[in-house]
C-alpha cells in the first residue's frame, strides 16, 4: 500500500503559476508511475498528466498540454505539476494518483492508491 498526499494547491488569477506536489510512502521502492487528475465541481474526475518511474515519458491533457510540466524527484517520492498560464477553467480540485506496476492510465478507475486532493481556484 502507498500514502499519498498532495500539496500546494491555492487561489490564483488568471494567468498565474502553481506547483502541485506529490509525496509517496510506504511501498515506495516498487517503480510506480503517477498521475494527476483533477475534478471541478459537477463532473467528473478528468486526466491531467501522467509520468512513468523514469521521469522519460510524460502525457498531458488537450486541455493543458503545453501550459503544464509534470515531473519527478525519486530520492525525495515525489511528483511535482507545475501548471503556468492558469486558466479559470482549470479550477478544480487536483488529486494524485499512484500505480504501483507503472502503468499509464488516462480513466481515473484504474488506479488504486489516491491522495486526498488539493484545491486550486482561478480566479478571472
Known amino acids: 500500500q502507498v500514502h499519498v498526499v498532495e500539496s500546494g494547491g491555492g487561489l490564483k488569477t488568471a494567468g498565474g503559476s502553481l506547483r502541485l506536489s506529490c509525496a509517496a510512502s510506504?511501498?515506495?521502492?516498487?517503480?510506480?508511475?503517477t498521475g494527476w487528475f483533477r475534478q471541478a465541481p459537477g463532473k467528473e474526475r478528468e486526466f491531467v498528466a501522467a509520468?512513468?518511474?523514469?521521469?522519460?515519458?510524460?502525457y498531458y491533457a488537450d486541455s493543458v498540454k503545453g501550459r503544464f510540466t509534470i515531473s519527478r524527484d525519486n530520492a525525495k517520492n515525489t511528483v511535482y505539476l507545475q501548471m503556468n498560464s492558469l486558466k479559470p477553467e482549470d479550477t478544480a480540485i487536483y488529486y494524485c494518483?499512484?500505480?504501483?506496476?507503472?502503468?499509464?492510465?488516462?480513466?481515473?478507475?484504474?488506479?488504486?492508491?489516491w491522495g486526498q486532493g488539493t484545491q486550486v481556484t482561478v480566479s478571472s
Open positions: 509520468i512513468r518511474w523514469s521521469g522519460g515519458s510524460t
Open positions: 494518483a499512484v500505480d504501483l506496476h507503472n502503468g499509464i492510465y488516462y480513466a481515473a478507475s484504474k488506479y488504486d492508491n
Open positions: 510506504g511501498r515506495t521502492f516498487s517503480m510506480y508511475s
